[in-house]
């Protein structure tokens, strides 16, 4: 029977530390490896080059790979149920890595349903990697596919509305074509979405991951195949993540289980004050769960970001401490107004990431944040069909 995903985080990546005589994960910071024999390293050189592996010996080289960061990389595979997962310097890096081998490939058409993470949205829409892009309705994503089509990106939740889409559904109308759903918000506790049938998983390793935010990183769970890909362009483009960060990571998941229910009980608390409240026209929280809640204020959400006091009015998310974002001042400034608008992103949109605190805390901090509440009386609002839970 394999292990439940609890035990994986706290095991997987470790396995070989007791024969090593280690309980912690050792740190590897070297930049390069010795080797007397460059006959022997020229053999393992052009066999990475042709397939993209490289064997149990030592890296050769940092930039193509290191023993730390493939801890990190197996135990989010593990997590996620794939075979591989492959380690970026950022989220964005292991997005860009994704365009590249598609692109390489000659297929740089991509199918993007919004909203997606703002720079995920503008690395696609400014077509940075020489990708075009075509932004459809989950239903119009079959239609959208053309022979040089080689990614359908998806984000569910989604950043900032945390508009939840039919994974399973979606990937049907995909065909032959791969899908990517970025797994930012729901992490493996909460969603596999290669089991839905998508082919990569992306993360901003940064955000729940990590979890202390105080490390940047990105991964992308796959097959082993589309491993063999990202390695080779990791390799040629340098995006690798720092060893010291791939132990951090490491060290998150571990924790991960327990930190995304502790934290998601709060955001269903908050989530279910705010749905009540005569100061919030609208709340945005998922059928998933998560630890993630949208809201759009009456008043100005400026003020609130101003009057937070013990949660900090910050972008990202995934930590232990609680964050709250304007969507429309930061993570999805770069987005065009009118795409902004048309994909849900509304002006008066606040993203909030629960952390770990206590909710009463928590409640009294937004509370007070979100000023004086005024007429109508909260029954009449209340009853009004925008004051509801999505
Ligand atoms: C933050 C984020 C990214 C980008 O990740 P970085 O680690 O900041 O590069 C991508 N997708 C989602 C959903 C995010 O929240």
Redesign the pocket.
Known sequence: MPRALATEAVHAGRDDLAGLGLHAPPIDLSTTYPSHDSRAEAARIDAFAADGVLDDGPPVYARLGNPTVARFETALARLEGTESAVAFA???AALSAVLLVRGAAGLRHVVAVRPL?G??DHLLTAGLLGTEVTWVDPAGIADAIRPDTGLVMV?SPA?PTLAELDLAAVAHSCGEVPLLA?N??ATPVLQRPVESGARLVLH?A??YLGGHGDV???VVACDEEFARALRQVRFATGGVLHPLAGYLLLRGLATLPVRVRAASANAAELARRLAQDPRVARVHYPRLGGAMVAFEVRGDPHEVTAGVRLITPAVS?GSVDTLIQHPASISHRVVDVTDRHASGVSDRLLRMSCGLEDVEDLWRDLDRALGPVSAPPAAAVRRGPRATVS
Do not use: I, P, R
């Open positions: 950022s989220g964005m993470y720079c995920s984000e950043n970025d930012t918000f901003s940064t955000k940047l990183g990105g998310l």
